[in-house]
């Protein structure tokens, strides 16, 4: 549709709203039925909310929920569990003494330390093959909460004594 047709039915219009009382009425309910002006105020106000919800919800939903469990190391083992597929994998888990935040009491928690777990000693980068842990010796591990099992991020163990 060209402008001048368009122009044409608006004209068409005015005059078919010209028998309404109030002359403001008339230019409002025209520019509404032919989308000139009318509802621009309200489809900025929804944008803006839209994006302010927008800003605050997007980065909630993109960071991971980590946890940090500190505590002391019980045992470090490797462990071979059945494939459905066949064959084995193995597994080295870290058993630590974690402090329960809710109830207070200690209760051992076992970490699965995968090869894309990041694993530290005193601030220094370890291999996953080359971890050693001894009894008693303090451990801060972080998981993320929204995965299922206990898949353990990053690893921190304090100097070796």
Do not use: C, W
């Not at 509404?32 to 939903?61: C, D, M, N, Y």
């Amino acid at each position: 549709m060209s402008s001048e047709q368009g122009g044409a039915r608006y004209n068409a219009a005015m005059s078919d709203f010209a028998r309404l009382p109030v002359p403001k009425l008339r230019r409002d309910l025209a520019a509404a039925a032919f989308g000139r002006g009318g509802g621009s105020t309200i489809r900025r106000t929804t944008g803006t909310l839209v994006a302010a919800v927008a800003l605050v919800v997007v980065p909630a939903l993109l960071s991971a929920h980590e946890v940090t469990h500190n505590g002391t190391v019980v045992a470090l083992k490797t462990a071979k569990y059945a494939q459905p597929s066949g064959g084995t994998r193995e597994v080295r888990e870290l058993e630590v003494a974690v402090v329960d935040p809710k109830t207070k009491r200690v209760a051992n928690r076992v970490f699965t330390i995968t090869d894309k777990t990041k694993i530290t000693r005193a601030g220094k980068p370890v291999t996953t093959a080359d971890v050693t842990a001894q009894k008693d010796e303090k451990v801060a591990v972080v998981v993320d909460h929204d995965k299922p099992g206990d898949e353990a991020i990053q690893v921190r163990f304090d100097a070796a004594k």
